[in-house]
């Protein structure tokens, strides 16, 4: 028998006791408790199997605290709530008992059994998940707590705003922290942003003060153009090797150029570029850290829309949400229609959910077979903030937008989808599987494009809406 057989093979020495709660109902409404109880009683190494009404009340807590002092169980399962509820509850009574608190396994009954599943299969789910914690019960060994002294200092990987913010707190909690980011630039995303909703705050006046921050803490190291490429040791003592490299990309080595072409000043951020806090290193480098604590925050990417995703890359009057943010932001004051590409926009189709949501069988997978099941979360709110500033700043632009669900989470932002049906953006909601379809028109019609949709706030009524731009929402990708 090889070492991995062995290892997964009950012990019949192990007595484990089993609990099972009915959480008043909210349990064995769904689940056949007793019938779970008697499925799992016969399973070798199992002891006692039991139920009660609340497993957590100290009548259930006495149940285990009993069977673990007479003898009768040595490893206790309970079949329960989630364990971030009561796992520490049940650990403290076996303590109570005499016994090692990690001789404990927890089996999650509610919250992912009878809160999401009903029927036969609910029953048969809830004795699967005790059986398979029945058998991990048995290899249970007891555990003492131990205390590894961690090196007093932080790494953070990411200098968006979220890497930015994370270094500044810890290193004013008196941690030296070393700020990893792969770009020449600092700010993220961010920077690539006018406005920021729900404040209005410019994004470079806020990146000023955070790159300000950071480059003005004595207890932060910033490394651009820097990835890590090496990683060894465990909690709290972790090596890294980190490989600081001149970029090669074409966009950064073009940027790059044009602020030293044009001298840009460099102490503040730049507009849709970020911050420059150092120049690129000439020639490649590694830096070894030893850290304590390693913080993710690398963001994302914003999603590319597929050749012909309503329009795009067909069409020059499609294009994303954040290019037409970019775009947006040399407009002159005083206008009363958009101007894009020295165009007027008249009317301005904008379209939810582009590259998120994505649902197998209607939408198409990505080469690597990969669809964006998720809510990208900020598309919504950052949609209707444009949408509001064109409407204030050109009244003469018509902008329509199309919708699934307006989903905007954050404090403030339900404001910003408020301001926009008072400022006259005209709403339609669709179906997934019934998407806008963006069509041009013949270069003799008035409008280069015509956005139909099937329209759910009017009771399924099909409406084409002419266009001289369609903005899409896209969403994030990790980034790659
Ligand atoms: C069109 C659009 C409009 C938006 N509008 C708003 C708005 O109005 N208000 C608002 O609050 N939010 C808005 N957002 C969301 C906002 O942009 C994000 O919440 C924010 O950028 C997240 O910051 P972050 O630091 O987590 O990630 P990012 O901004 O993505 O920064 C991540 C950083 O990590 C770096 N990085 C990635 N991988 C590595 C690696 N392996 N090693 C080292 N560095 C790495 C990247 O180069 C980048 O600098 C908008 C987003 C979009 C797309
Ligand atoms: S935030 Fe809005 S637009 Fe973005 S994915 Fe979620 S629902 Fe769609």
Known sequence: MTDEKRSSTPDANKKVGIYLCYCGGNISDHVDVEAVRERVASLPGVAVARTNMFMCSDPGQELIMEDLKSGTVDRVVVASCAPSLHEATFRSAIERAGENPFIYEHANIREQVSWVHHGDLATEKATRLVAAAAAKAQQL?????????????????????????????????????SLIERSPFLGGQVSRLDRIAPTQEKATDLLDALVGQVLAHPSITVLTCAQVDGFGGYIGNFRLSVR???????????????IDDEKIDTTRTIPFIGMLPASP????????????????????????????????????????????????????????CLEIDGRRIRSMVMIHCVGSRQIPGIHPEDE???????????????????????????????????????????????????????SGVVFARFEAD???????????????????VTDGLTFGETIGVPADLVVLATGMEPPV
């Not at 707590?145 to 961690?150: M, S």
């Not at 600081?244 to 044009?258: G, S, V």
């Not at 019934?434 to 139909?452: E, F, H, I, M, Q």
Request: charged share 20%; with cysteine.
């Open 141 to 177: 060994k007891p555990l003492q707590p131990i205390q590894v002294n961690a090196t007093q200092h932080a790494t953070v990987i990411g200098g968006g705003v979220a890497g930015l913010r994370t270094a500044i707190d810890i290193a004013q909690r008196g941690f030296p922290v």
């Open 244 to 258: 600081q490299t001149p970029p090669t990309d074409a966009e950064t080595i073009e940027r790059l150029k044009r």
């Open 281 to 336: 290193p000439a020639k490649p480098s590694t830096i070894s850290l030893e850290t304590g604590m390693i913080v993710l925050a690398t963001g994302f990417t914003p999603y590319t829309p597929r050749h012909g995703e309503y329009g795009f890359g067909e069409s020059p009057h499609v294009i994303t949400l954040p290019q037409l943010i970019e775009k947006m932001a040399d407009q002159p004051a005083g206008r009363n």
């Open 368 to 422: 690597s077979g990969h669809l964006n099941e998720y809510c990208s979360r900020t598309c919504c709110t950052a949609t209707l903030a444009t949408a509001n500033r064109i409407r204030e700043t050109c009244p003469g632009t018509q902008v329509f937008d199309m919708y699934r669900d307006i989903r905007t989470y954050g404090r403030g932002q339900e404001a910003v989808y408020e301001a926009a049906a008072r």
């Open 434 to 452: 019934d998407a806008p379809a963006v069509n041009r028109n013949d270069a003799t019609g008035d409008y280069p494009l015509t956005v139909s």
